[in-house]
């Protein structure tokens, strides 16, 4: 629906998390027997969560974990992983740091150069630990790290940018070749990240594996307030399942579809699925395991960008184990903690028994339900 700004400019509504709300159906399923699985590059997963490419949520301990517990996490081969031999030094320093100027000392401290040698040891670890290797790189820097990284073994390569496309127009720069790359690497290649429906599709017409959705919709990123750009969650999700739907149609390859950012607790994750998700990706959520590298910090991809930071660090402190947050039990009555459990229950009420039917379920608009009958606990200062 289109609404008039002002003169000539219209602009279409579009909705977030918290505008919309599930309806339950006629048919109840037991929770346990739900089947959340979902399958990216011919690799089937028990749990559609993947934990985000930021410094202070992955390193290869976690991704060896995430890998255990059945989810997938990804490395940022941009990241001080790939810059310093003792990371987990660096990483305590910029968990340390004072608020105070700590985007210009993350600044500084990413100055240090990217080392082949240190991406093929970080993989390596992971592959060791019996993990599944994800790994990320920007588009600028994506032919030389995945040249190390999948020599390595990795098993997934990820090229994510503020907006990921197919058409690039430059005079200065050669165009990041989408299609070549997805074409010639010998691993799957997921990108993004998007939030229409065109540039879904031709990414998906060049190959991508799997397509990232969001723009700035995370809690360290602050790219919608620097920029203006973005599309809220619920909208941007829609319009690119769309595009996964009508390019299945044509081609018969499926391509998931994965939701990157902004979602905070079970519900949203439940949001995003029934708007057309095949996973999500949380990064702030994943900081706060308490096998986290950065001890309960985290911060953005783009924060460390010498000529416009679009991130900031976070404190997100330590809710439990990385067991606890997927898969409870729960300490905290937020949401935020058994994920998994919270979208098989969601998935229960909605009579939906897989991932595909959920995408099937009934959404209405109801910006006001979050607060619905609260005024108890908003006086007692709950939620």
Known sequence: ?????????????????????????????????????????????????????????????????????????????????????????????????????????????????????????????????????????????????????????????????????VRFHSTHVTPFPVAEFCRNAPVPVVVGNTVGYQATLELMEAGAAGVLVGVGPGHICTSRKVLGIGVPQITATADCAAARDDYLARSGRYVPVITDGGLRNGGDIAKAIVAGADAVMLGSTIAAAAEAPAPGFSWGMATSSADLPRGTRIKVGVSGSLREILFGPAHRDDGTMNLVGALRLAMSSLGAANLKEMQQAEMVIAPSLPTEGKSLQRAQGVG
């Open 1 to 165: 629906m289109e609404v008039l700004v002002g003169g000539n400019k219209r602009a279409r509504r579009s909705y977030g998390f918290d505008e919309v709300a599930l309806v339950p159906g006629p048919l109840v399923v037991d929770p346990r027997d739900v089947d959340v699985s979902w399958s990216l590059g011919g690799r089937r997963f028990e749990v559609p969560i993947l934990a985000a490419a930021l410094d202070g949520a992955v390193n290869p301990r976690l991704a060896i974990e995430m890998s255990r517990l059945g989810g997938l996490a990804v490395l940022n081969l941009d990241g001080v992983q790939a810059r310093y031999e003792d990371a987990e030094a660096v990483l305590e320093r910029i968990a340390a740091a004072p608020q105070e100027g700590v985007v210009g000392f993350i600044q500084k401290l990413y100055e240090a150069p990217v080392k082949d040698e240190l991406i093929a040891r970080r993989v390596r670890e992971i592959k060791k630990g019996g993990g599944i290797a994800a790994v990320s790189a920007t588009p600028l820097t994506a032919d030389r790290a995945a040249r190390a990284a999948v020599e390595a073994g990795a098993d997934l390569f990820f090229v994510q940018s503020t907006v990921g496309t």
